[in-house]
């Protein structure tokens, strides 16, 4: 078995907190994404052929893609401590916080970056900021609201435990704060409460998100 | 418990196919969006802040809002048939499946329907027809692959059973063809066969899709 990942990136690093929370260790081999090395034709054929990081190598040679799914994997094999939730009001209170943070946080930075962003040119064919701009508001709101939802629940995105909807959440807002220019609205005092203690986690400080550029 | 939904829009559909896969009957209440009583003060404060469709009541009076933590809540509950696979690997592949299509097929449908639709004025602020023209080009080449990917698997799109991947392709398509204007290309032979044969099943049958304006 073999994670092929670029650990600073936003979605590789949901595997590696997930990881570090679980206590597993799993033999890594780094792809530079900054080389488009996972958008060689090799890579792709070989290991997902949408080119995404990170990929998972199983050792039949099959290959998971996408970050929740690895996560997801690794959840069956090793059940505790559960980051997907146990009962099944847990498991789907977790899901739809996932889906909240991935579809109404992760896709709306996502667009900032690809049509704001010098670095993405290209990446989506014309870059349109007025789409980036648009995006840029409805990251704002999904914030507050965030920020009211802390308010109600018990410290963590989900309710009372840590859970891979805080993983989403914090490599999405430290990507949005750092390369995507999206900082946190000191005002936003339980989102701000929240990532501070969130990041205090030994899981976080093993893997801290990229430096801005 | 109560499914509060609108059986023929593509996020409440997701919901009843997967019921009737299962063959479970939840009681339902139909919130008409049409006249958007969805976005009533008084439906956000009590069933979903962000005022989506479908959402599960439960028992205790707290709810469950998108429609694939839904559908996870009742796979915990009643695990047979697996519509979430079993084994890890499966899991993870579906998972995995289910994540691409979301991500690459259903967001950049909706990004055409809010930006492209004389129905959607004002729902994400001005419509911007060149991000609806983009986003019809990232549709049609998720087709490409999705149909490439069908000519490799075992009949559907996570694999050899149908599973909840199955049910948000369906779902998508079935929305982008009708409403959205975007239809399946005949050349995508894989993908057209796919199509035919699932929508052959009883639960689909039982749960059309909403008929074109």
């Not at 090793?78 to 559960?82: A, G, K």
């Not at 704001?116 to 290209?122: C, E, L, M, N």
């Given at each position: 078995m073999k994670l092929h990942t670029y650990p600073t990136a936003p979605n590789p690093r949901r595997v590696h907190l997930y990881l570090a929370e679980k206590g597993l260790d799993v033999p890594c081999e780094t792809v530079d994404i900054m080389t488009r090395q996972n958008r060689t034709p090799e890579f792709m054929a070989k290991r997902n052929p949408l080119g995404g990081l990170p990929v998972l190598e199983l050792d039949d040679g099959s290959h998971i893609a996408e970050s929740v799914a690895i996560c997801r994997y690794f959840e069956v094999l090793?059940?505790?401590?559960?980051l997907f939730g146990t009962s099944a009001e847990e498991q789907g209170r977790i899901e739809m916080w996932s889906r909240r943070i991935e579809l109404n946080v992760a896709r709306p930075v996502g667009m900032v970056w690809v049509h704001?962003?010098?670095?993405?040119?290209?990446v989506v064919g014309k870059q349109l900021p007025e789409a980036a701009e648009q995006n840029r508001g409805i990251v704002k709101s999904a914030y507050r609201f965030l920020d009211e939802s802390l308010a109600q629940s018990g410290g963590f995105i989900a309710g009372d435990a840590f859970s891979i909807a805080d993983i989403l959440a914090l490599t999405t807002i430290d990507f949005a704060a750092g390369l995507v220019e999206i900082p946190l609205d000191p005002e936003l005092r339980e989102l701000n409460a929240w990532h501070e203690r969130v990041s205090k986690r030994p899981s976080v400080q093993q893997h801290p998100a990229a430096a801005p550029r």
């Open positions: 090793h059940p505790e401590p559960p704001g962003s010098p670095f993405t040119k290209g």
